[in-house]
């Protein structure tokens, strides 16, 4: 079988497995990281969505073959290191409205909080509400409005 | 065990144990004896009460059938102080791992951080006690917990007596720290083993006064918190079970088909990955190494299919089924009145987690792994499906990724079960999104008829007649009611009419005031969806006071606080009307709207702004339905006492978007014996898009010493607030559930094969 080798949260990986497999399956059932979550398989739902070179990308829609080796993935697991803390500010922002209640979607939400206050500042602006009205990732819970409060203070501390 | 009966001594007074062990473990019945007291006893012959909510609602029902059954229930002291705590409840979100550390962390003075919650195993030996449902939870353990949690404290008290050479009675405890008035403490820790016993007895302890609560009624946030944005949280299929590889079922394009035949099974066990293809009682089961490649094997299978249990029928022929079911209302009274029937179309219970499980079945065992809202049942209906004793059945209760009704039943625990005793190897299930939006459990399709006479300013009387498909209610409840039904003055009535009646309360003065059920067609998978009948019920309710309201000249706030019975119903009430302006000018095309509902002991009211004008309704959301904004709630509850305010707030924002969704844009069509919707993208559950900007919840003060129930409460409310707003803003009063339900705004996914494939583009935009 093929081998593919590329980063995850800072280690370099390589995974023996077929050149089409969306990288989620690598991510969960290969090498067991399971903070991205599955929800839908088609990059619908985003509870899956993780970093590829700082950019939220969704696994679930990433064949394997397409890394290379110097591509750098980043999931939840990973995330307060890129900021070389225990906590990602993003993080203690959500602890501090309480947003999560079952949890299932809130690493994805995180990461694609995080991605979209990168692309903002990144484009010189401030947050706005279609912003974060643009925000596709589902929560069944209905957790939206804590979650828009939590971007908006954890944009702050970024 | 000596004392079961369990008695109050005294108004806080209340019996549990302690258990021999190595260290303390202290213990209490799962009951509530007060309410054993309380209970009414049913006079003979009395008539049916058309307001039987207000002698035993199902909040009392559920408590009163765990009394003659429950076991008990463990606080255990450690050496490294810390308290833990195996809750035979499900935690899918709902918060309540959280509001029982507050209640062991309140009445030991240990700090909550060092109370570890966790979810017990099924045991049967619970009975009835083990069901997370018709939001009971918090109401039914709320004084056995504490009163296991008091004796701990107590004897912990009495073994620092010792140590300290004091009496118990100098002695005080702060953040699980003993200590004499000399200043010489000792640490929960040190105790733990010296306050054990070897011999189990029974102890009596009072419980704190309300008044010195300083958890209890305190904002907290979950004790799962950090786990849940680190990743660290592990919901089933992020468990590792050795060589439980990802597994997934091909499914029939009709609902609950069956497999006639497979042709190529041979050569799907030889795809990449693949270990093991058979046929199973739901279709073909694959096992591979990863779920990918089960999507694929899936796929390639080719499966001819047997009929389903809803052949060629549709969202137009099951409507016609209902109208033929429901029960008649008899000619048009010769007096003023209004008429009215609303139709509510299948939705969704999927919760973000799919259905899913793991199970290791062996000749001689099995375990499985699943979030399961009824263990006791599922191990039961496992042990038999298998073969099994149901001791040799160990069924383990996960942390769910939601619920909604969905995971009071275990299809997916059941289905991996088979599969792995047929493989003879350990599974983990998943559920692809397809198959739990088209073959998992639904919300029935339903009718309300309402028809209320009224002469001057009296409401006369005030009859509904709801009509739905068969909900199934076999997951447990079913039992519990069947226990007590004989018992409450309901006289002869089945399962569901009894539920119905005790979960729909008519709490306005309406004259005579009826009720009734009526179900047809057991051809669906169908299950309660937060919750069972209110949000359809209390909707269709709510538009006709508005209705009334409007012909009386009343304004809809004023007509609702006339005409509610009660001082706590008026207050939430009151509360939203004041705090969101109610009244206020607003442009054409947007409106407010009010709306009020009691269930499980507690009362809420919402209000709602709508904005229907034609740039908000058709603003461009890709993939998606835009339509009315909803653009502010103000949402007031009172859940008698609230354990972690925080928490219902929480609860009732959930039941808020619930609400929204369950009104403008979420349903499932029914087209040819098959759901159309297979994705997220299908199924118009609330997004940030349709978020309201402007939300405010008002928990209000406690009035009561006793938690009723909250995790559903504020569905109905809000989905009935929006419906009004949305009807007064457009001038038409809607009848038809979700109000988009006609326009279908999605290309529908095939059938065969049932699921899609995964797309590859996801790396385009990242570099």
Same mark, same amino acid.
């Given at each position: 079988?093929?081998?593919?080798?590329?980063? !995850? @949260?800072?280690?370099?990986? /390589?995974?023996? &497995?077929?050149?089409?497999?969306? =990288?989620?399956?690598?991510?969960?059932?290969? $090498?067991?990281?399971?903070?991205?979550?599955?929800?839908?398989?088609?990059?619908?739902?985003?509870?899956?969505?993780?970093?590829?070179?700082?950019?939220?990308?969704?696994?679930?829609?990433?064949? !394997? @073959?397409?890394?290379?080796? /110097?591509?750098? &993935?980043?999931?939840?697991?990973? =995330?307060?290191?890129?900021?070389?803390?225990? $906590?990602?500010?993003?993080?203690?922002?959500?602890?501090?409205?309480?947003?999560?209640?079952?949890?299932?979607?809130?690493?994805?939400?995180?990461?694609?909080?995080?991605?979209?206050?990168?692309? !903002?500042?990144?484009?010189?602006?401030?947050?706005?509400?279609?912003?974060?009205?643009?925000?596709?990732?589902?929560?069944?819970?209905?957790?939206?409005?804590?979650?828009?409060?939590?971007?908006?203070?954890?944009?702050?501390?970024? | 065990?000596?004392?079961?009966?369990?008695?109050?001594?005294?108004?806080?007074?209340?019996?549990?144990?302690?258990?021999?062990?190595?260290?303390?473990?202290?213990?209490?019945?799962?009951?509530?004896?007060?309410?054993?007291?309380?209970?009414?006893?049913?006079?003979?012959?009395?008539?049916?009460?058309?307001?039987?909510?207000?002698?035993?609602?199902?909040?009392?029902?559920?408590?009163?059938?765990?009394?003659?059954?429950?076991?008990?229930?463990?606080?255990?002291?450690?050496?490294?102080?810390?308290?833990?705590?195996?809750?035979?409840?499900?935690?899918?979100?709902?918060?309540?791992?959280?509001?029982?550390?507050?209640?062991?962390?309140?009445?030991?003075?240990?700090?909550?951080?060092?109370?570890?919650?966790?979810?017990?195993?099924?045991?049967?030996?619970?009975?009835?006690?083990?069901?997370?449902?018709?939001?009971?939870?918090?109401?039914?353990?709320?004084?056995?917990?504490?009163?296991?949690?008091?004796?701990?404290?107590?004897?912990?008290?009495?073994?620092?007596?010792?140590?300290?050479?004091?009496?118990?009675?100098?002695?005080?405890?702060?953040?699980?720290?003993?200590?004499?008035?000399?200043?010489?403490?000792?640490?929960?820790?040190?105790?733990?083993?010296?306050?054990?016993?070897?011999?189990?007895?029974?102890?009596?302890?009072?419980?704190?006064?309300?008044?010195?609560?300083?958890?209890?009624?305190?904002?907290?946030?979950?004790?799962?918190?950090?786990?849940?944005?680190?990743?660290?949280?592990?919901?089933?299929?992020?468990?590792?079970?050795?060589?439980?590889?990802?597994?997934?079922?091909?499914?029939?394009?009709?609902?609950?088909?069956?497999?006639?035949?497979?042709?190529?099974?041979?050569?799907?066990?030889?795809?990449?990955?693949?270990?093991?293809?058979?046929?199973?009682?739901?279709?073909?089961?694959?096992?591979?190494?990863?779920?990918?490649?089960?999507?694929?094997?899936?796929?390639?299978?080719?499966?001819?299919?047997?009929?389903?249990?809803?052949?060629?029928?549709?969202?137009?022929?099951?409507?016609?089924?209902?109208?033929?079911?429901?029960?008649?209302?008899?000619?048009?009274?010769?007096?003023?009145?209004?008429?009215?029937?609303?139709?509510?179309?299948?939705?969704?219970?999927?919760?973000?987690?799919?259905?899913?499980?793991?199970?290791?079945?062996?000749?001689?065992?099995?375990?499985?792994?699943?979030?399961?809202?009824?263990?006791?049942?599922?191990?039961?209906?496992?042990?038999?499906?298998?073969?099994?004793?149901?001791?040799?059945?160990?069924?383990?209760?996960?942390?769910?990724?939601?619920?909604?009704?969905?995971?009071?039943?275990?299809?997916?625990?059941?289905?991996?079960?088979?599969?792995?005793?047929?493989?003879?190897?350990?599974?983990?299930?998943?559920?692809?999104?397809?198959?739990?939006?088209?073959?998992?459990?639904?919300?029935?399709?339903?009718?309300?008829?309402?028809?209320?006479?009224?002469?001057?300013?009296?409401?006369?009387?005030?009859?509904?007649?709801?009509?739905?498909?068969?909900?199934?209610?076999?997951?447990?409840?079913?039992?519990?009611?069947?226990?007590?039904?004989?018992?409450?003055?309901?006289?002869?009535?089945?399962?569901?009419?009894?539920?119905?009646?005790?979960?729909?309360?008519?709490?306005?003065?309406?004259?005579?005031?009826?009720?009734?059920?009526?179900?047809?067609?057991?051809?669906?998978?169908?299950?309660?969806?937060?919750?069972?009948?209110?949000?359809?019920?209390?909707?269709?309710?709510?538009?006709?006071?508005?209705?009334?309201?409007?012909?009386?000249?009343?304004?809809?706030?004023?007509?609702?606080?006339?005409?509610?019975?009660?001082?706590?119903?008026?207050?939430?009430?009151?509360?939203?009307?004041?705090?969101?302006?109610?009244?206020?000018?607003?442009?054409?095309?947007?409106?407010?709207?009010?709306?009020?509902?009691?269930?499980?002991?507690?009362?809420?009211?919402?209000?709602?702004?709508?904005?229907?004008?034609?740039?908000?309704?058709?603003?461009?959301?890709?993939?998606?339905?835009?339509?009315?904004?909803?653009?502010?709630?103000?949402?007031?509850?009172?859940?008698?006492?609230?354990?972690?305010?925080?928490?219902?707030?929480?609860?009732?924002?959930?039941?808020?978007?619930?609400?929204?969704?369950?009104?403008?844009?979420?349903?499932?069509?029914?087209?040819?014996?098959?759901?159309?919707?297979?994705?997220?993208?299908?199924?118009?559950?609330?997004?940030?898009?349709?978020?309201?900007?402007?939300?405010?919840?008002?928990?209000?003060?406690?009035?009561?010493?006793?938690?009723?129930?909250?995790?559903?409460?504020?569905?109905?409310?809000?989905?009935?607030?929006?419906?009004?707003?949305?009807?007064?803003?457009?001038?038409?009063?809607?009848?038809?559930?979700?109000?988009?339900?006609?326009?279908?705004?999605?290309?529908?996914?095939?059938?065969?094969?049932?699921?899609?494939?995964?797309?590859?583009?996801?790396?385009?935009?990242?570099?």
């Amino acid at each position: 079988m093929p081998k593919h080798t590329f980063r !995850v @949260n800072g280690e370099q990986v /390589t995974v023996d &497995v077929a050149d089409d497999v969306r =990288l989620l399956w690598v991510l969960r059932d290969l $090498l067991g990281i399971t903070g991205p979550k599955y929800g839908c398989g088609i990059n619908v739902c985003k509870a899956c969505t993780s970093h590829l070179n700082g950019n939220a990308v969704n696994p679930c829609a990433i064949p !394997v @073959n397409d890394l290379e080796p /110097t591509d750098e &993935v980043t999931t939840i697991e990973g =995330l307060a290191a890129t900021v070389d803390q225990d $906590l990602h500010p993003m993080q203690r922002a959500w602890l501090e409205q309480d947003v999560a209640q079952c949890g299932y979607c809130q690493p994805g939400q995180i990461m694609a909080a995080v991605a979209l206050v990168r692309e !903002v500042t990144a484009h010189g602006r401030e947050l706005t509400e279609a912003d974060l009205d643009g925000i596709r990732n589902i929560c069944r819970c209905g957790t939206y409005p804590r979650i828009r409060e939590a971007i908006k203070s954890g944009a702050k501390e970024m | 065990m000596p004392g079961s009966d369990g008695a109050a001594i005294g108004r806080r007074r209340f019996l549990g144990f302690v258990i021999a062990a190595p260290t303390l473990v202290a213990a209490a019945e799962l009951t509530r004896p007060e309410s054993a007291a309380a209970t009414p006893t049913p006079v003979a012959g009395q008539v049916p009460s058309p307001e039987i909510t207000k002698i035993v609602d199902l909040t009392d029902m559920m408590t009163a059938a765990t009394l003659p059954t429950a076991g008990l229930i463990r606080v255990e002291v450690h050496e490294d102080g810390t308290v833990s705590f195996a809750l035979p409840r499900a935690e899918v979100g709902q918060g309540i791992t959280t509001s029982t550390a507050m209640l062991i962390a309140e009445e030991m003075d240990v700090p909550l951080d060092r109370v570890r919650v966790t979810l017990a195993d099924a045991r049967p030996e619970l009975v009835f006690n083990q069901i997370t449902g018709a939001s009971n939870t918090t109401h039914s353990t709320y004084t056995p917990i504490r009163t296991a949690a008091a004796i701990a404290r107590l004897r912990l008290l009495e073994a620092a007596a010792t140590v300290l050479g004091s009496a118990a009675s100098e002695l005080t405890v702060r953040a699980g720290v003993i200590a004499d008035r000399a200043g010489n403490s000792v640490p929960f820790g040190d105790l733990a083993a010296k306050a054990a016993t070897d011999r189990t007895e029974q102890v009596s302890v009072e419980l704190k006064e309300a008044k010195d609560f300083s958890v209890i009624g305190t904002p907290r946030n979950r004790i799962d918190a950090v786990a849940a944005v680190t990743g660290r949280k592990k919901f089933t299929m992020d468990l590792d079970v050795p060589d439980a590889k990802s597994t997934m079922v091909c499914r029939a394009p009709t609902i609950n088909g069956t497999v006639e035949s497979a042709a190529n099974l041979a050569e799907v066990r030889g795809m990449p990955g693949v270990t093991d293809v058979a046929v199973v009682s739901t279709g073909v089961a694959v096992r591979a190494e990863t779920f990918g490649q089960c999507v694929d094997a899936v796929r390639a299978l080719r499966v001819s299919w047997k009929p389903g249990t809803a052949e060629g029928k549709s969202d137009e022929s099951v409507l016609d089924e209902l109208r033929a079911a429901e029960l008649p209302l008899g000619p048009r009274p010769p007096v003023a009145n209004v008429d009215e029937r609303f139709t509510f179309y299948f939705r969704s219970n999927s919760a973000l987690e799919p259905n899913c499980a793991i199970a290791d079945v062996r000749a001689d065992r099995a375990e499985i792994w699943s979030g399961l809202k009824s263990p006791i049942v599922a191990k039961q209906e496992i042990a038999v499906k298998l073969g099994l004793p149901l001791t040799r059945v160990t069924v383990h209760v996960t942390d769910s990724g939601g619920s909604f009704g969905r995971r009071l039943f275990y299809d997916a625990a059941l289905e991996a079960a088979e599969i792995s005793q047929q493989f003879g190897k350990p599974v983990k299930l998943m559920w692809h999104r397809a198959d739990d939006s088209r073959q998992g459990r639904t919300h029935p399709m339903c009718i309300s008829r309402v028809r209320a006479t009224y002469a001057g300013n009296t409401v006369l009387t005030y009859r509904q007649r709801h009509t739905s498909v068969a909900t199934d209610l076999g997951h447990g409840f079913g039992e519990i009611v069947t226990a007590l039904a004989a018992r409450l003055p309901v006289g002869d009535i089945g399962f569901s009419e009894t539920f119905f009646q005790l979960s729909q309360e008519m709490s306005y003065k309406f004259g005579a005031s009826t009720r009734w059920l009526n179900e047809t067609d057991k051809g669906f998978n169908t299950g309660s969806m937060r919750n069972v009948y209110s949000p359809d019920a209390t909707c269709a309710r709510e538009l006709v006071v508005d209705q009334l309201a409007g012909k009386m000249n009343k304004d809809p706030y004023q007509f609702r606080r006339e005409f509610l019975r009660d001082d706590r119903a008026k207050a939430v009430l009151d509360k939203v009307a004041e705090v969101g302006s109610w009244g206020r000018q607003m442009p054409a095309n947007t409106a407010q709207g009010i709306a009020f509902h009691a269930e499980y002991k507690s009362v809420s009211a919402a209000l709602v702004e709508i904005d229907c004008r034609p740039e908000t309704v058709n603003r461009e959301i890709r993939d998606g339905v835009a339509g009315p904004r909803v653009t502010k709630v103000v949402f007031a509850v009172d859940v008698g006492l609230a354990v972690n305010p925080r928490g219902l707030e929480a609860q009732m924002m959930g039941c808020i978007c619930d609400g929204i969704a369950l009104t403008l844009t979420s349903s499932l069509h029914l087209r040819d014996g098959h759901f159309l919707e297979a994705s997220w993208d299908n199924y118009f559950y609330t997004r940030q898009w349709n978020t309201p900007p402007e939300l405010q919840i008002i928990v209000m003060p406690n009035t009561s010493e006793q938690p009723g129930g909250a995790g559903e409460l504020g569905v109905a409310p809000s989905m009935a607030a929006v419906a009004c707003a949305y009807g007064r803003a457009t001038g038409t009063m809607p009848t038809s559930f979700p109000i988009n339900h006609d326009t279908l705004s999605f290309e529908p996914k095939p059938t065969i094969p049932p699921v899609p494939e995964s797309p590859t583009d996801g790396i385009r935009r990242a570099r």
